[in-house]
Every structure is written in C-alpha cells, then in structure tokens.
C-alpha cells in the first residue's frame, strides 16, 4: 500500500504521483497523489478536481465526466508515463511532446545552451542563442568562479519513480548560461577546486558527521534519510564543494578578487552539525564563513534567500554573535519544510539577536516583498553589524516555476486555466531581476566582497536564468529594474515585516520608529489608492500584534470610523501604538512587580 507524501519532506506529491503507473497503484492512491501535487493541499471541492483534468489529462472538457460516471475506486489509473521532463522531472505520456506541466520541449536545448535555449522546440532547429552584447563584454570587477566537473558525479544511483530533483544537471544547466551569456570562461577567473581537509570540515562538524559521509566512499549507493541518497563518489563532490567556497572565502577576504560564485554541489545549508539532511551533506556556506574568519575576518554575515529556511546554518553560528545569520524562507507557521526558521527564533547565549527569520507565511511572495525586506530590515541590520565579509546561500528554489518552491504550474497553463487568478496567489514568482537587485543591495555591504554559494533550485530554465542575472550584477552590470517602480508589497509580505520589526527592534537600534513610521506611511498610501480589502486590514494585526488588545481595538475602531481619505492618520497612529508599547513596557512599574 502507497504511503501518501508527507508536506514536511522536501520531495512534495508532485514527485510521487509520478510513480503512480498503470501497473501498481490503484486509483485512490493514484489520484491523492496529483491532488497533493497539483494543489499544494490549497484548492477544495471541484476546483481541484477541475485543475487535476486540465494539469494531467490536457484541456478539461464536461464531456469526458459523462464517460467517467462509470469509474470505481478500486479501477486502475493509467499515467502511461514514458518520458521525463529535462527542466523540471515531471512525468509525461510518450504521444506528447512538451512538458505538462512547465512546457519544456522534450529535445530542449537546455543543458547545452542553458536559460538563452528555446523553450518550445527542438534542439537543434533553431540558431545557437547568444547574448552578443555579453561576448563583447569585459567585466569590470574581478569575478571568480569556483567548479570542478567532479561535483557532477554525485548522482542517484538508480532512479526510482522519477529523476531527483538535486541532479547534476542543474549545475550543467548553469553553467550553459553562463556560457551562452558570455560570462564564462573569458568573463570570469576560474579558481581550481581542491578538496577540503578533515580538520576544516571539523571546524563546522563533528567528527562523527565526517565520518558517516566518508563511509559512503565504499558504498555504491546508500541514504541518509529517504530523499537524500549518496553514491561512491558523493563524499568527493561534498569535500570538493567545501573546498571551492572556502577557497573563494579567503581569495575575496585576501583582496585576490572582488567576489565569487561558488557552483557547486551538493547543497549545504541543511546540514546541521552533526546531521546529514534536505540533499545536503556537508554546509558550505558554513565552512566558507569559517574560512574567512581564518583569512582574518571579525564579522561574518550569511544571508540566506533559499525558499526553504537553513536550519543547519541556523544551528551552526546558533551562539556565535560573530556571524550574523538572515533568512528569507517559506514557513507556513512551521508546516513547510524543514519546520524551523519562524521569527521568534533570534539565537541563544551570546548568539542572541544574531539570527534573524523573515518566515513567509504562505506562498504567492514575490520580487516585491523580498526587495521591500531588504530594505527595511535585511540592510539596515546588515550595515549596523558591519560584517567584512557577506556570504549568500543562493537557493533559486523560489523562482517561478520550481517544482519544490511551491509553484508547480507553469505561466502558459496557468493562462488557460479556468483558475488562473486563484493560483497565481498560491506560487512563488521571484525573477532573476529580483534576484539581481537582492544581489546588487548586498553588494553595497562590506565593501563589495560578496560571495554567492549556490544552495537549492530545481527548475533548470529558472536556475539559469536566475544563476546568469546574478553573476552579471557580480561582474559589474547593472541589474535589470523591476516592473514595479513603487515596490509595493503584498499584504501577506508586509505583515511578515511588521512581524521581524516587532521581534528585531529589540536587538537592532537600526530598526528605529522613524524608518518604521515612513515603511508604514507608504505601504497605506499605496493600499489607499485603491479600495482597501479586508485582508489589508486584518494583516494590520497579524501575529505578535495580537498580543497587544488595547491597541488592536483602538486602531480597528479608528480605521473602521474614518472614510478612506481620512485613514490614513489613524492606521499610522495605530501601528505606531503597535510598535511602541512592546518598548514601553520595559519601562512600566509593574515590569519589577512579583507575578
């Protein structure tokens, strides 16, 4: 009997559904595993089963209920599947020829030609695409690379139902774009790998950690856990992928180069101490930190913009208030992969206040509320702590079209889906110009010396374009603007903000009332332009607000009395009681009163 996919594993439903063949699973089973995969668990009723005909079976028609009146549970559900997507691992029948669900070509080009490859025919039928602009350009910093074609040897020994998702293609994918764009070899310096030393990795983990990913070197295929697997060679790759970023650490902290991107795999930011998890084997970003303070850097800042938190990043520097940690993740108030990362979590000991969560609280964040939470909270921390080195776990897993991010459906579908508007809210959509002004404000903290490591990302076209829009904005370029000049963001976005002001405040001066009063000010104008929904006022008193009941009525009840031009004044003055009183209490007599 099939096991229905558990949401707290990386490998969602989507991946488990593709095993539900025509000879061994019945059609509940079958069936329950699309639900999971095409909804996210977030569509009810005949909406979602509206959505299952048109994402597995093609155009959704009322004719075909009328010959399925006859169907019984316990029938079988034939998938025929015989082929895979290359860009992103979904099972198709062999009769088409472009993917369902991304609409990837079955021949794409992408492995050869990265993002720049046609996405809707062949390979080969179309001219070689290339960024002409880019072979003509000189980089005007001194960008490294770190690689080495080893990393592409850790791989699934034998496939199960479909290709992992953590598969060496996606650094293949990368670094075709990164060619087509002209960045590589000749844009770049290219910093040969080495394998890192027992005695670094031990600076991050224990020795017992070192030898359990060893011990994979005489075994042909083994697993940690039940999605992240190991072959021979995978302990090489790991050590490999440590050695380039710490190796990139200290040529940035040296002055050798400016910055770096660090291409490499396996992903590291789960991996905790002592715990082997979430496809990561060793953490990197960890290990490049340590290497830096080796170089002689005091203060380390790690920012972290994968979609899942980095629990063993988190765990690592937990104590260590010379390494600021932020993160940037899908949380779901604990119920998305890993679990960990929620805003109250700030560090302990002489590390509190040094790990700072921006939890989305569902899905449908996008280059608005990213920008909007660098710039009201990720920078102003950052440039207080002053770090000499900045260090990004790049994961692209939040871009638009990533099986594992939360957006399993691709734009064209969407487009012909009675319910577009519907799950257009329930997808991740960060672009690469997202990606690329995140890049670029960080590039303004600690003197430019920057260093990207490549972490999660399994949508091969949204990895390359998203990997290429970064190593541009390294390399001098300035990023491509965003469609929204005024950068509003989504109610949603803004109420996690207000949710990591509320908890940061308390550690971080740069966090002050003005700046707060002014992010307030403008998102309400913003939202006063047009006819305010209900939820803008209810994310209002979202979260930690709750526990302050005197002002949420006085503000509820001033928003509600006033018309929307007059609205204004009192929101403001009732988010201001918000942020204040949590200060004030510190200050109160019965502070000092026995409880």
Same mark, same amino acid.
């Given at each position: 009997?099939?096991?229905?996919?558990?949401?707290?594993?990386?490998?969602?439903?989507?991946?488990?559904?593709?095993?539900?063949?025509?000879?061994?699973?019945?059609?509940?089973?079958?069936?329950?595993?699309?639900?999971?995969?095409?909804?996210?668990?977030?569509?009810?009723?005949?909406?979602?089963?509206?959505?299952?005909?048109?994402?597995?079976?093609?155009?959704?028609?009322?004719?075909?209920?009328?010959?399925?009146?006859?169907?019984?549970?316990?029938?079988?559900?034939?998938?025929?599947?015989?082929?895979?997507?290359?860009?992103?691992?979904?099972?198709?029948?062999?009769?088409?020829?472009?993917?369902?669900?991304?609409?990837?070509?079955?021949?794409?080009?992408?492995?050869?030609?990265?993002?720049?490859?046609?996405?809707?025919?062949?390979?080969?039928?179309?001219?070689?695409?290339?960024?002409?602009?880019?072979?003509?350009?000189?980089?005007?910093?001194?960008?490294?690379?770190?690689?080495?074609?080893?990393?592409?040897?850790?791989?699934e020994f034998q496939m199960k139902s479909n290709p992992h998702p953590e598969r060496p293609d996606r650094l293949r994918s990368i670094l075709?774009?990164?060619?087509?764009?002209?960045?590589?070899?000749?844009?770049?310096?290219?910093?040969?790998?080495?394998?890192?030393?027992?005695?670094?990795?031990?600076?991050?983990?224990?020795?017992?950690?070192?030898?359990?990913?060893?011990?994979?070197?005489?075994?042909?295929?083994?697993?940690?856990?039940?999605?992240?697997?190991?072959?021979?060679?995978?302990?090489?790759?790991?050590?490999?992928?440590?050695?380039?970023?710490?190796?990139?650490?200290?040529?940035?902290?040296?002055?050798?180069?400016?910055?770096?991107?660090?291409?490499?795999?396996?992903?590291?930011?789960?991996?905790?101490?002592?715990?082997?998890m979430g496809f990561c084997l060793h953490n990197n970003a960890c290990i490049a930190a340590k290497a830096s303070q080796a170089a002689g850097?005091?203060?380390?800042?790690?920012?972290d913009w994968d979609v899942h938190h980095g629990n063993g990043t988190q765990e690592i520097f937990e104590h260590d208030p010379s390494v600021?940690?932020?993160?940037?993740?899908?949380?779901?108030?604990?119920?998305?992969?890993?679990?960990?990362?929620?805003?109250?979590?700030?560090?302990?000991?002489?590390?509190?206040?040094?790990?700072?969560?921006?939890?989305?609280?569902?899905? !449908?964040?996008?280059?608005?509320?990213? /920008?909007? &939470?660098?710039?009201?909270? #990720? +920078?102003?921390?950052?440039?207080?702590? %002053? @770090?000499?080195?900045?260090?990004?776990?790049?994961?692209?897993?939040?871009?638009?079209?990533?099986?594992?991010?939360?957006?399993?459906?691709?734009?064209?579908?969407?487009?012909?889906?009675?319910?577009?508007?519907?799950?257009?809210?329930?997808?991740?959509?960060?672009?690469?110009?997202?990606?690329?002004?995140?890049?670029?404000?960080?590039?303004?903290?600690?003197?430019?010396?920057?260093?990207?490591?490549?972490? !999660?990302?399994?949508?091969?076209?949204? /990895?390359? &374009?998203?990997?290429?829009? #970064? +190593?541009?904005?390294?390399?001098?370029? %300035? @990023?491509?603007?965003?469609?929204?000049?005024?950068?509003?963001?989504?109610?949603?976005?803004?109420?996690?903000?207000?949710?990591?002001?509320?908890?940061?405040?308390?550690?971080?001066?740069?966090?002050?009332?003005?700046?707060?009063?002014?992010?307030?000010?403008?998102?309400?104008?913003?939202?006063?332009?047009?006819?305010?929904?209900?939820?803008?006022?209810?994310?209002?008193?979202?979260?930690?607000?709750?526990?302050?009941?005197?002002?949420?009525?006085?503000?509820?009840?001033?928003?509600?009395?006033?018309?929307?031009?007059?609205?204004?004044? %009192?929101?403001?003055?009732?988010?201001?009681?918000?942020?204040?009183?949590?200060?004030?209490?510190?200050?109160?007599?019965?502070?000092?009163?026995?409880?």
């Amino acid at each position: 009997m099939a096991v229905a996919p558990n949401p707290t594993t990386p490998l969602d439903g989507a991946r488990w559904s593709a095993s539900c063949e025509s000879s061994g699973r019945d059609g509940d089973e079958a069936r329950a595993g699309l639900e999971f995969a095409a909804s996210d668990g977030r569509i009810g009723g005949s909406a979602k089963e509206q959505l299952l005909e048109e994402l597995v079976y093609g155009e959704w028609d009322e004719a075909d209920e009328e010959e399925d009146e006859d169907w019984e549970p316990g029938s079988t559900l034939e998938l025929r599947v015989r082929w895979f997507c290359v860009n992103c691992t979904m099972p198709n029948v062999e009769e088409s020829t472009h993917c369902k669900l991304c609409s990837e070509h079955r021949y794409s080009g992408i492995l050869n030609q990265g993002h720049l490859a046609p996405a809707f025919t062949q390979a080969g039928t179309d001219e070689l695409a290339k960024d002409v602009k880019a072979l003509k350009r000189l980089s005007v910093r001194r960008t490294a690379i770190g690689y080495d074609d080893r990393m592409l040897l850790h791989a699934e020994f034998q496939m199960k139902s479909n290709p992992h998702p953590e598969r060496p293609d996606r650094l293949r994918s990368i670094l075709a774009g990164f060619t087509a764009a002209g960045l590589y070899p000749g844009g770049c310096i290219l910093i040969p790998a080495r394998e890192i030393t027992r005695v670094e990795l031990e600076t991050v983990h224990t020795h017992e950690h070192v030898e359990v990913v060893e011990a994979t070197s005489s075994l042909e295929s083994s697993y940690f856990t039940s999605d992240t697997y190991a072959n021979g060679h995978s302990a090489l790759a790991a050590r490999l992928a440590a050695g380039v970023c710490a190796d990139l650490a200290s040529a940035i902290l040296s002055g050798q180069v400016d910055n770096g991107f660090a291409l490499v795999r396996p992903p590291g930011h789960h991996a905790e101490g002592a715990t082997v998890m979430g496809f990561c084997l060793h953490n990197n970003a960890c290990i490049a930190a340590k290497a830096s303070q080796a170089a002689g850097a005091k203060k380390v800042l790690i920012v972290d913009w994968d979609v899942h938190h980095g629990n063993g990043t988190q765990e690592i520097f937990e104590h260590d208030p010379s390494v600021l940690y932020i993160s940037l993740h899908r949380h779901e108030g604990g119920l998305f992969y890993p679990g960990s990362g929620a805003a109250h979590e700030v560090g302990s000991g002489p590390g509190e206040g040094f790990s700072i969560n921006i939890p989305w609280p569902c899905s !449908g964040i996008g280059d608005n509320d990213y /920008i909007v &939470a660098f710039q009201h909270i #990720v +920078l102003p921390i950052a440039k207080q702590f %002053a @770090p000499d080195i900045t260090i990004v776990s790049a994961g692209f897993d939040a871009a638009r079209g990533d099986p594992l991010g939360g957006c399993q459906v691709h734009e064209r579908r969407l487009q012909r889906c009675f319910y577009h508007s519907l799950l257009r809210s329930l997808v991740f959509q960060v672009t690469p110009a997202g990606f690329a002004q995140m890049t670029q404000l960080l590039s303004t903290v600690s003197g430019g010396k920057l260093l990207v490591v490549l972490e !999660g990302g399994y949508n091969l076209r949204s /990895i390359s &374009a998203s990997a290429t829009a #970064v +190593l541009r904005v390294l390399c001098g370029e %300035a @990023p491509e603007s965003l469609d929204d000049e005024e950068l509003l963001p989504s109610e949603a976005g803004w109420a996690t903000v207000l949710e990591v002001y509320a908890v940061q405040s308390r550690y971080w001066s740069a966090l002050c009332l003005p700046a707060f009063m002014k992010f307030t000010s403008q998102h309400i104008n913003g939202h006063l332009k047009g006819e305010p929904s209900f939820s803008f006022f209810i994310s209002l008193f979202y979260s930690e607000f709750l526990l302050l009941p005197v002002c949420f009525c006085l503000s509820f009840f001033l928003s509600s009395i006033f018309c929307s031009s007059c609205a204004h004044p %009192a929101l403001l003055f009732g988010q201001s009681l918000f942020y204040l009183l949590p200060k004030l209490d510190d200050l109160l007599p019965w502070k000092s009163l026995p409880v």
